[in-house]
DNA sequence: CGCAACTGTTACCGATCGGTAACATAGCGG
DNA sequence: CCGCTATGTTACCGATCGGTAACAGTTGCG
């Protein structure tokens, strides 16, 4: 991956990360840890080393950033997935457990506020937000994938079991910001490991 | 109650709703289903069909409007539960399961956001906003009461079977606004009669 | 009646919001 | 080297934000 050509870096040492990608890592910070409608596009573009206009050559309107925000943390949080299945491929149990555990792992965190999607999505009540789309799409996806693997892993009732752990999920990460993070999250991690063990 | 003296209530025919109340009414309305950072105070005081002025007159700003129409909503939900402890009294299980049955038929309504307290905690992560000491306070008491009743039903490990119906309360709530209302209405309900009766 | 407290109305404040025009500069490829 | 494209900078726009001053009813109560 990092073989390449042993000469010839000078244009990776320069390493100018481009203003797009810049302004995208300071919404991603910004608006999960203060809230979507909290920040203002400058202070987004200051964070990012750059200005308004710039910002405004990439994203046509702070709705646009927004749902570009959402596509890049929903992208990422499905390539961490599929990296997960294919690290348990053969075991779709030990696959969910392990899901579990990593969000589990991500909500022990104390500046975690849960589900960037999911906040996204109370933040953004309107129907015809360009950053609907965006959640509904991600949601969806991660409640098939949900299914499927339950399905995988020989579940009757998959799912509805699937539901059940998208409901525990979103449940704890909402819940650590209004009780704390200590019983939402043995409460899920519990309720998970019984989903998928004694449920035939 | 309504007994009262049969003569002289012109007073009530009257009836003008004072201001304070009719700007609460209003903004239980607007901050719940656009948002409490959406709606600004203006649209608030026109709604009440009075003004800035008044609403000023009433709440020294805009955050303890907000504290107060939080405190307003938990005591809604607060006396809901109480009510329903009245009339379950002898019976802790049937209690919560109608207290789920409750917020299930409360979320099937089409314009239902889910938890207006656990909205406002995603809108309002400022940690020294005047209306989290509300939030917190009210969920910390759900989770009690919650736990109480649990081990008034004789459940072993009540106080993680209380955490584990939160959370599936709570992702219910959000859940409904991203894959919509059947699948999480569907899995909240079976999994609580499932905590509640197979388990111990 | 007369006074006081509450409510309504209008106009305004400074700050910030999302968004844009105009121009200067830099870097890269032909 | 020239020219084009992307970026940076400054200044600005109208709209809206939360919040207030000043004044005009209105209402109820002594």
Chains 1, 2 share one sequence.
């Not at 499905?78 to 457990?97: F, K, M």
């Not at 969806?140 to 009732?157: H, N, Q, V």
Request: with cysteine; glycine share 8%; hydrophobic share 40%.
């Amino acid at each position: 991956m990092t073989a390449g050509r042993p000469r010839k870096v000078p244009e990776q040492s320069t390493a100018v990360v481009p203003p797009r990608a810049r302004i995208l890592a300071a919404a991603q910070d910004l608006f999960y840890h203060q809230g979507i409608r909290a920040v203002g596009v400058e202070l987004v573009a200051a964070s990012a080393d750059t200005n308004k206009m710039t910002l405004y050559r990439h994203f046509s309107s702070k709705d646009e950033l927004v749902a570009e925000y959402l596509k890049d943390v929903a992208g990422e949080i499905e390539a961490a997935w599929d990296r997960l299945a294919a690290r348990h491929a053969d075991d779709p149990r030990g696959h969910i457990l392990a899901w579990i555990d990593e969000m589990g792992r991500q909500m022990e965190r104390p500046e975690s506020r849960g589900c960037p999607i999911t906040n996204a999505a109370i933040e953004l009540p309107e129907p015809d937000h360009p950053g609907r789309a965006v959640i509904e799409a991600h949601k969806r996806g991660m409640r098939r994938r949900f299914a499927e693997r339950c399905r995988a892993a020989g579940l009757k009732d998959a799912d509805i079991i699937a539901d059940q752990l998208v409901l525990l999920l979103d449940g704890a990460g909402v819940a650590l910001q209004t009780i704390g993070r200590k019983g939402p999250l043995a409460a899920l991690r519990r309720q998970a490991e019984w989903l998928l063990g004694k449920a035939q």
